[in-house]
């Protein structure tokens, strides 16, 4: 099995360039007012038009309403969308329905039992992406660069994807001990909030293609 890599928060031409070459299956446009990464729609548009074909774009996005969903739709037009906010299964369908676009769910893990929220989406969500719960006082719902105990992952059904705190010294780690399929990054190839590092993304794409293959020889 071969883990895809999804690199969030890109903001640049240069970040986008480096992501492609170090082998990413997908990046992530990050459309939420607050964060560090959010993109305007006319960047977000532009960045998705030099990555058409090349590597697979998604638009992330908070309880976006349709008003958001239709802009980023259409003027934007990503290959995916993630929703991490505090979407329903109903909602996850709608906003599937109405773009016609793969949907990743997040899912926020801080205790095993928040596992089992994923199954309601089971059906309806392209991909589940289990992140970190963000603490209640913090200022993003996601991309705070927080791990959670992966060891919680055991009850959970795969196929599913793994974010939240990864980065080049504990990535080989994450894959080996759940065998997410996918895994998203975003504090952790950063020099600093919001500014991706080019020698860290190509880390992090050698670390997770590294377990991979270790995992695939012990199997
Ligand atoms: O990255 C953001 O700014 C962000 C904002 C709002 C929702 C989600 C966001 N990012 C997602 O958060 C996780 C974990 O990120 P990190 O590696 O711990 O920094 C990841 O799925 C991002 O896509």
New binding site residues.
């Given amino acids: 099995m071969t883990v895809k890599v ?1 690199i ?2 890109v903001r640049t031409p240069a970040i986008l360039e480096t992501a492609v070459a170090a082998g990413a299956d997908f990046v ?1 446009l ?1 459309f ?1 007012a ?5 993109l305007g729609l006319q960047e977000a548009a532009s960045l998705v038009e030099a990555a058409r074909g090349r590597v697979a774009t ?1 638009a ?3 309880d976006p309403d349709d008003a958001l969903i239709d802009q980023v739709a259409q003027t934007v037009s990503p290959d995916l969308l ?1 929703l ?2 505090h979407e329903t299964p109903e909602r996850v369908a709608a906003i599937k329905a109405r773009t016609r676009l793969p949907v990743i769910k ?1 899912i926020p893990v801080a205790v095993a039992a928040d596992i089992a929220a994923a199954d309601a989406y089971a059906g309806i969500a392209d991909e589940i ?1 289990f ?2 719960k963000a603490a209640p006082d913090a200022a ?8 959670f105990d992966w060891r919680m992952l055991a009850a959970a059904r795969p196929p599913f ?1 793994l ?5 080049p010294g504990n990535i080989a780690e994450a894959v080996r001990l759940t065998g997410a399929h996918l895994v ?7 020099s600093a909030a ?1 500014v991706k590092d080019e020698e860290l993304i190509l880390r992090f794409i050698q670390g997770a293609r590294g377990a991979t293959q270790q995992q695939a020889k012990a199997s």
């Fill in positions: 999804k969030c928060g992530g990050v939420f607050t964060s560090p990464r959010n998604v992330v996005m908070v993630q991490h906010g997040a992406l992140d970190a993003l719902p996601g991309g705070n660069g927080v791990p994807g974010s939240g705190g990864l980065n998203d990054v975003s504090s952790g190839v950063e919001g």
